[in-house]
């Protein structure tokens, strides 16, 4: 069972969740993740998948553009076509406990996704996401290609990076998804900044080290 549902997540949930999105994808473009109508954000309302619409500025979406597809891609909600990155966001929610995902171009994270193969372990804020951050290879945006190559680079992981493409991420909210890719392109921001210090070579973590700062990651925050 997905973990929305586990929350308790219906169809009758649909505007709030869909008012989550449409905030959460301003919040995109407002903290330069993105440029235009490029990314895109999901969140699960029970079997119905909210979606942002293709080609459609996040600032002119209101309560009545609600776009909702179920998880074969049917669209069952709405008269916006959803995002030509479907085929990605169905796959992610299909194969995991996903309720929210975030797509975005994000600058650091993009360059960093031309360079390596796998996100080089600059912090420890990678055990957030499971590990070390792979980059899942090219395949044209919108196919089912790109969302076969980003399930193998999510394998064991709730982020990858898409090469030559950008970023995505998932969460059991909209807020985790939000800051794990938040927390992707900082790390890429990081380990372009320091590796482009002329004779110096930056200083990376052992998959050891990174381990330990994942067990104590676990207990990090409030509790009770």
Request: glycine share 10%; hydrophobic share 40%.
């Given at each position: ?11 009758d949930d649909i505007p ?8 959460t ?5 407002a903290?330069g993740?993105?440029v235009?109508?490029s990314g ?8 119905v998948v ?5 080609g459609v500025?996040?600032?002119r ?5 609600a776009?909702?597809v ?8 709405g008269?916006?076509?959803?995002t030509?990155e479907?085929p990605m966001?169905?796959a ?33 804020m990678a ?17 089912e290609?790109l969302a076969?190559?980003?399930?193998r680079?999510?394998?064991?992981r709730?982020?990858c990076?898409l090469q030559n493409?950008?970023?995505l991420?998932?969460?059991?909210t909209?807020d985790?998804?939000?800051d794990?890719t ?9 380990w372009l900044?320091?590796?482009?210090v ?6 990376l973590l052992?998959?050891e ?15 009770g």
């Amino acid at each position: 069972m997905k973990a929305f549902e586990r929350a308790g997540g219906t169809r009758d949930d649909i505007p709030r969740v869909w008012a989550q999105v449409v905030a959460t994808a301003r919040r995109t473009t407002a903290e330069g993740l993105v440029v235009g109508t490029s990314g895109n954000v999901s969140a699960r309302a029970g079997d119905v998948v909210l979606v942002t619409p293709t080609g459609v500025p996040y600032d002119r979406l209101g309560p009545g553009d609600a776009v909702g597809v179920d998880l074969d891609g049917r669209q069952v909600l709405g008269d916006l076509a959803p995002t030509s990155e479907l085929p990605m966001h169905l796959a992610v929610y299909r194969a995991t406990d996903a309720a929210a995902i975030v797509h975005t171009h994000a600058v650091h994270a993009t360059a960093v996704s031309t360079l390596v193969t796998e996100v080089p372990l600059i912090h420890y804020m990678a055990a957030a996401l499971g590990g070390p951050v792979r980059v899942a290879p090219y395949a044209l945006y919108g196919t089912e290609e790109l969302a076969a190559h980003m399930l193998r680079a999510l394998d064991g992981r709730t982020g990858c990076l898409l090469q030559n493409h950008g970023t995505l991420t998932y969460g059991a909210t909209l807020d985790q998804a939000y800051d794990r890719t938040a927390q992707l392109e900082w790390m890429c921001r990081v380990w372009l900044t320091a590796a482009a210090v002329p004779g110096r070579t930056p200083s990376l973590l052992s998959p050891e080290r990174l381990e330990e700062a994942a067990g104590k990651l676990r207990g990090y925050g409030q509790r009770g």
